[in-house]
């Protein structure tokens, strides 16, 4: 769909972490205004992360958002994140798949934020994956992201033209730390914690990543851990 160029948008899928928080940063110094997206999915740091996400939009004046409910996660279970009774791990990185994943949550995240987009006249949708530096899921992969970003386009209005952007995509945790430094990203307002909404458990995968990005980026978290 064709933009007028003062005025091009890009819809950021936004979970109130920093991978995503910087995504959009990017995003907004390329000029694009930015259309906040936000998913409650009945995961462990629910209240959490929605908090971060309302802080976060409002320190980018971000004014059009959208907060989407969905019960779909937590009734099909099958990840620690959304089902309590799987403990979410603490040992450090697991070999394979951690029970952390969510099955094909992307995929329905970033289908449903199509929908938002071509509705919104955006151009692009940002997501703030990490192939590299990950914990290993299958849906934060560039391959299946430009698979997504063809099937969007072929399932959507002849004028519309999406493309999703994955500004991260090929970064490890530190080169995150320090691109976010560099544009001043609030890292106080953002969360990693898959366990924890008051104090960072510290031990999980989310935080052994962020803590170690950190480290290697010669910095200090902001955040306050256990």
Not at 44 to 72: M, P, Q, S
Not at 147 to 160: A, C, P, R, V, W
Not at 176 to 202: D, F, M, Q
Request: with cysteine; proline share 3%; charged share 20%.
């Amino acid at each position: 769909m064709k933009q007028n160029t003062m005025n091009k948008k890009a819809l950021c899928i936004m979970s109130g972490g920093m991978d995503s928080t910087l995504s959009a940063s990017m995003m907004k110094q390329e000029g694009y205004e930015i259309i906040g997206l936000h998913f409650n999915y009945g995961q462990r740091t629910e209240a959490k992360e929605l908090e971060c996400f309302e802080n976060i939009c409002n320190a980018f004046d971000i004014t059009n958002t959208y907060v989407l409910d969905l019960d779909f996660f937590k009734l099909l279970g099958a990840s620690a994140l959304t089902d309590k009774n799987i403990q979410v791990p603490t040992n450090g990185l697991e070999a394979g798949i951690p029970v952390t994943y969510v099955p094909f949550r992307n995929g329905i995240f970033l289908s449903m934020a199509a929908a938002i987009a071509e509705k919104e006249g955006a151009e692009v949708i940002a997501i703030g994956v990490v192939e590299e530096d990950s914990s290993g899921y299958p849906d934060c992969r560039e391959s299946y992201i430009k698979s997504m970003e063809q099937s969007i386009n072929l399932g959507t209005k002849d004028e519309t033209n999406l493309k999703i952007k994955m500004p991260l995509v090929h970064l490890q945790k530190s080169q995150i730390v320090t691109k976010a430094l560099e544009l001043h990203v609030p890292l106080e307002l953002t969360w990693s914690c898959y366990k924890n909404e008051k104090t960072a458990c510290g031990v999980c995968d989310s935080c052994r990543l962020r803590l170690n990005g950190f480290t290697l980026a010669g910095a200090v978290d902001p955040l306050l851990y256990e």
